[in-house]
């Protein structure tokens, strides 16, 4: 795409940390156009990580903000809380949004994702926790609850699962695959967990499908229940891509961009939890659900509509879980046939072929720092070589390199 | 409340006031202080709120938390001695007045 004077005019779909951070790049950036923010859920952009940890315990709402009210006005940021887009006309360029038509010179769709909700009966007497307003809830009804059922176990499943231990409460987590965020670890990172939940009074229930939810608690497909008197709904998300779809843009678990973050259409681009996009590592589309993700993309499409550079999104991802007093943190993604090779220190090593995909660690930010920097190298210098013959010859310690 | 001054790059100063428990890192973004990305909002897994204590306040703000060197050492701008990650510094009555010094870049 040759590359024009920037747009006049920017509208942001999704208030989200993506959302947000986009704006604020924008102005980072000295971009001198409009900039307008439209966000679904009311009140001004929040993180959602702590939605699972710290706020679960403190309930301070405001500790969320990203910024505070001032911040929009000293940027020139129009944020327009509790408003949905609900359809684009890409031909006319314009935004249909709570009855009135919003036009736009560049659009960026920062939708993020919304909760799976599986086929079980019942299912609607199921919390979830995806917002605030789903967290506030939740808090609440922590406060009667004796027993709570978890359906799902990744990490916001998990961390709840372990803040409501903490909290005294009886907790059981209900997972269909055999084993804990099996879509994001290694195997043994999950059998680690496992036991580390086990450890702290957590019931685990592996291997077995929820069929229903009632007042009573969940019932599995073996005809077994458990009691419960609250549930909670963390099977997984999916990426918030109607609004794209209608519009006709492909779309293949996300919004499809290319490495610049770029739609087919060359006036939208797609960032965050909704989109897909080029692995810089691999060049295999995926999608990432993680603050990371959100906020370099928001920086790369900044940069792109201010000063029209088109290098290709190139940052290493890395994710965190807090579970009890355990920290997960993760650099790379490997895929669930990854190999895993552990080290001495207890980090986890994953190959894909011969090359390093991930690197899983526990309470460890030393060498996670470290792999952080080493891929990141990587990216940039395939001669580099984070190849299992020279990690091997290290004994696989990073620290070594 | 506790008074904190943030001296910006360009040697312009900014005091907030902030709550006790509060961090450092939190105060300047409730009171919309620039300098301090926090990217992962205080969950030490960035070193986006990097600052540099006053030499004067270091034995009052204490030594670094429990990984916090780790994560320093990916600060996009040079650490010294008086380096923290402003989200593992907690106001307490005796940190009124603190001063930090916000570095050139962040990310």
Same mark, same amino acid.
């Given at each position: 795409m040759a590359w024009g004077p920037p747009p006049a005019r920017v509208v942001i779909v999704g208030a989200g940390q993506g959302g947000f951070q986009a704006a604020a790049s924008l102005r980072q950036e000295k971009f001198e156009g409009e900039i307008l923010l439209i966000g679904a859920e009311e009140g001004l952009p929040y993180q959602? /990580? /702590? $939605? @699972?940890?710290a706020y679960l315990k403190s309930g301070d709402a405001e500790a969320l903000n990203l910024r505070p009210a001032a911040f929009f006005e000293k940027n020139d940021v129009t944020l327009r809380p &509790?408003? !949905? %887009?609900? @359809? +684009? =006309?890409r031909d006319a360029q314009r935004v249909q949004a709570g009855g009135s038509e919003i036009p736009y010179d560049h659009l960026i769709l920062a939708t993020g994702t919304s909760n799976l909700r599986p086929t +079980?009966? &019942? $299912? =609607?007497r199921a919390l979830d926790l995806r917002t605030l307003v789903d967290a506030q809830r939740l808090r609440v009804a922590m406060e009667d609850a004796e027993r709570c059922a978890v359906i799902g176990g990744g990490f916001i499943g998990l961390e709840f699962a372990a803040v409501a231990r903490g909290l005294g409460r009886r907790v059981i987590v209900a997972e269909a #695959? *055999? !084993? $804990?965020m099996a879509r994001v670890v290694s195997p043994e990172m999950s059998a680690r967990f496992a036991d580390k939940h086990c450890e702290i009074g957590t019931e685990l229930a592996l291997g077995r499908t929820v069929t229903s939810v009632s007042s009573g608690g969940i019932a599995f497909d073996d005809g077994t229940e458990m009691p419960a008197d609250l549930v909670l709904l963390a099977a997984g998300v999916r990426p918030n891509d109607d609004l794209a779809r209608e519009a006709g843009l492909a779309c293949d678990n996300g919004i499809v961009v290319d490495a610049t973050l770029l739609t087919a259409d060359p006036a939208i681009s797609a960032l965050g939890d909704c989109a897909a996009f080029p692995d810089p590592r691999t060049g295999r589309m995926v999608r990432l659900e993680s603050v990371q993700a959100a906020t370099d993309h928001a920086r790369a499409v900044a940069r792109r509509l201010v000063h029209g550079t088109e290098d290709p999104y190139a940052a290493v991802p890395w994710f965190w879980s807090d579970q009890a007093d355990w920290k997960l943190q993760i650099t790379g993604f490997g895929r669930p046939q990854d190999d895993s090779v552990r080290t001495e220190n207890g980090a986890i090593l994953r190959f894909d072929g011969e090359v390093l995909s991930a690197v899983e660690t526990v309470n460890d930010a030393k060498t996670h720092m470290k792999s952080r920097r080493l891929m990141a190298a990587a990216l940039t210098d395939p001669g580099a070589g984070l190849v299992r013959d020279r990690l091997a010859s290290v004994g696989y310690d990073l620290l070594a390199l | 409340m506790i008074k904190v001054t943030y001296i910006h790059p360009d040697g312009s100063e900014e005091t907030v006031e902030g709550r006790e428990g509060d961090s450092v890192m939190s105060t300047a973004l409730a009171q919309g202080v *620039? &300098? +301090? %990305?926090a990217e992962c909002g &205080? #969950?030490?897994?960035?070193?986006?709120c990097h600052c540099h204590v006053d030499p004067d306040w270091t034995d009052r703000t204490g030594a670094r938390k429990d990984g916090e060197e780790d994560m320093l050492e990916s600060a996009a701008s040079p650490v010294d001695e008086f380096s923290r990650l402003s989200c593992q510094i907690k106001l307490t009555p005796e940190l009124d007045g603190l001063r930090v010094r916000l570095p050139e870049e962040q990310v």
């Open positions: 959602r /990580p /702590p $939605l @699972s940890k &509790g408003t !949905r %887009v609900t @359809s +684009i =006309d +079980i009966e &019942g $299912l =609607d #695959s *055999d !084993r $804990l | *620039d &300098g +301090i %990305v &205080g #969950s030490m897994m960035c070193a986006t």
